[in-house]
T-cell receptor, first 113, second 113 residues
Framework: GAVVSQHPSWVICKSGTSVKIECRSL??????MFWYRQFPKQSLMLMAT?????????EQGVEKDKFLINHASLTLSTLTVTSAHPEDSSFYIC?????????FGAGSRLTVL | GNSVTQMEGPVTLSEEAFLTINCTYT??????LFWYVQYPGEGLQLLLK?????DKGSNKGFEATYRKETTSFHLEKGSVQVSDSAVYFC????????????FGTGTRLKVLA
């Protein structure tokens, strides 16, 4: 079946630094990928929709300059949290659409000290 | 746009008990409906889905019936196991024909031996 890999699965960084999270579709081409943020009380918030070769579409209230999304190929989308702060600590999950199936990655836990 | 309301948890059951997790939706038309499961520390996995009214999705002993009369898609399992302990999310597309999903708030299930 379709597999989506996220890397790193967890990362700790210092406040003010930037962190990049990768989302790869391993055995299919994903024209569209989605990035979610999961808060401590488990609710999932859609952050943005990423389309290969074009700019991401951000949901209302999500800072596009803070959360940079790039979808340079049909198998890779990246989320970069710029100038991270402790309040950016969260679980980030990507999903990829391909062959009429939506597949989720295992998530990346970011902790900003 | 479409929306989904899910019962709040946590739900704590003894092994072999009957499980129901309620989910109701508001939608234009009859979009596909989904249940996703998230095991501790992992991403989301598709548990089951129904693509049209009166369809019943099933997987791993879980079932949910797409009921347009009550706009519901309740998740049920006749006999839960400790390994079913997880967070369950009801979901549907934000608008028809897209993979941009809207998730419920999630219901945490804890099954005790």
């Amino acid at each position: 079946g379709a597999v989506v890999s996220q890397h790193p699965s967890w990362v700790i960084c210092k406040s003010g630094t930037s962190v990049k999270i990768e989302c790869r579709s391993l055995d299919f081409q994903a024209t569209t990928m989605f990035w979610y943020r999961q808060f401590p009380k488990q609710s999932l918030m859609l952050m943005a929709t990423s389309n290969e070769g074009s700019k991401a579409t951000y949901e209302q209230g999500v800072e596009k300059d803070k959360f940079l999304i790039n979808h340079a190929s049909l198998t890779l989308s990246t989320l970069t949290v710029t100038s991270a702060h402790p309040e950016d600590s969260s679980f980030y999950i990507c999903s990829a659409e391909g062959a009429n199936v939506l597949t989720f990655g295992a998530g990346s836990r970011l902790t900003v000290l | 746009g479409n929306s989904v309301t899910q019962m709040e948890g946590p739900v704590t059951l003894s092994e072999e008990a009957f499980l129901t997790i309620n989910c109701t939706y508001t939608a234009t038309g009859y979009p596909s409906l989904f249940w996703y499961v998230q095991y501790p520390g992992e991403g989301l996995q598709l548990l089951l889905k129904a693509t049209k009214a009166d369809d019943k999705g099933s997987n791993k002993g879980f079932e949910a019936t797409y009921r347009k009369e009550t706009t519901s898609f309740h998740l049920e399992k006749g006999s839960v196991q400790v390994s079913d302990s997880a967070v369950y999310f009801c979901a549907l597309p934000s608008t028809s024909g897209t993979y941009k999903y809207i998730f419920g708030t999630g219901t945490r299930l804890k099954v005790l031996a």
